[in-house]
């Protein structure tokens, strides 16, 4: 059965772009997406996920806030969430797009979402010039957010609002 989920996810997706309504507050249900990373492979983001889920959303201003925010979380919760990429990139001309993946490749190891159009970015209300990261359940309700640079009180707040949707003796204190 969750195959089948899966296969359709993956066809709705590839068929419709993103769906669902913008998610402009808490607990609103994300919307599903498709998009390749810096090395030309697929992710289909739908629901329900096996992992609660960190969406980390910038534009080229706000990437330079994305490792004040990635390296902590998963410095404290390594494989126990998903934490994903997501780079907007509307904007960038037809005739860049090879290069600016290109450069992705060569500046990043692990793999970051690409999105040309900045459609899924829209969807999820991200704001431009700041990173902002999206905390889904695994249903994909939002259940926390926050923009801009890291500092030690967001972070703490971030890690309460995860630690909120583990498993009793699960996050890591």
């Known amino acids: ?38 090395y030309e492979r697929e992710h289909s983001y739908c629901f329900p996920r096996s992992k609660v889920s960190v969406l980390v959303f910038a534009d080229r201003e706000g ?15 390594q494989d126990t969430i998903d934490i994903h990429g ?12 090879g290069l600016v993946r290109k450069i992705f490749r060569k500046s990043l190891q692990y793999p970051v979402m ?20 999206i905390l889904l359940n695994k249903e994909g309700a939002i259940t926390f957010r ?9 972070l703490q707040q971030c890690f309460n609002a995860i630690d909120r949707l583990l498993p009793e003796g699960a996050s890591p204190r």
């Open 1 to 38: 059965m969750k195959t089948h989920f899966l296969l359709i996810c993956f066809c709705l997706g590839s068929a419709l772009g993103v769906l669902a309504a913008t998610p402009n507050s808490l607990y609103d249900q994300a919307a599903v997406f498709q998009l390749q990373d810096q």
């Open 86 to 97: 997501v780079a907007n990139l509307k904007g960038v001309p037809a005739f860049a797009q």
């Open 63 to 77: 990437s330079e806030q994305i490792e004040g925010w990635v390296r902590p979380l998963y410095g404290r919760y």
């Open 114 to 133: 690409l999105d040309w159009s900045g459609d899924v970015a829209k969807s999820y209300a991200s704001q431009s010039g700041m990173a902002n990261l």
């Open 146 to 154: 926050i923009t801009g640079a890291s500092n030690q009180e967001k």
